[in-house]
């Protein structure tokens, strides 16, 4: 089975696509000084992107992994986005966890799996 892979970099590509499978890198906010709302909705609208390049969309969305900077500051204002994104009758399987980020203005990040 081949695999196809969209927006390659030197260590990742953004889209990984196998037997009818999208594999999306971790995806960021465009702008880091936002608050947890504003990165919230810029990642997600990354997602739908990714997703579109791929041939797939949120409502074939099979996981979700979240990483929070500060669960405790950030997990309303995430969930308070993602409720309004995730498409009716379609929500995922989903973790949300407490990660460092890799610089001190990202406050969240998603890893996305979702069928063609």
């Known amino acids: 089975m081949s695999i ?11 889209v ?10 971790g995806q960021l906010a465009d702008d880091y000084s936002g608050d947890i709302r504003q990165q919230t909705r810029e ?3 990354n997602i739908d992107r ?8 949120k409502s074939k969305i099979l996981s979700v992994t979240i990483y929070l900077k500060d669960m405790g500051a950030h997990y309303e204002g995430l969930n308070a ?22 610089k001190p203005e990202v406050l969240v990040e998603m890893m996305v799996v979702a069928a063609v």
Do not use: F, P
Request: charged share 20%.
């Open 16 to 25: 990984v696509i196998h037997n009818g499978t999208v594999y999306l890198a």
């Open 43 to 45: 990642t997600l609208a």
């Open 4 to 14: 196809q892979r969209l927006h390659v970099e030197k260590r990742y590509s953004e």
């Open 81 to 102: 986005e993602y409720d309004a994104w995730v498409a009716e009758g379609a929500a995922a399987a989903r973790a949300c966890v407490e990660a460092k980020m890799y």
């Open 50 to 57: 990714m997703l579109a390049a791929a041939g797939s969309d």
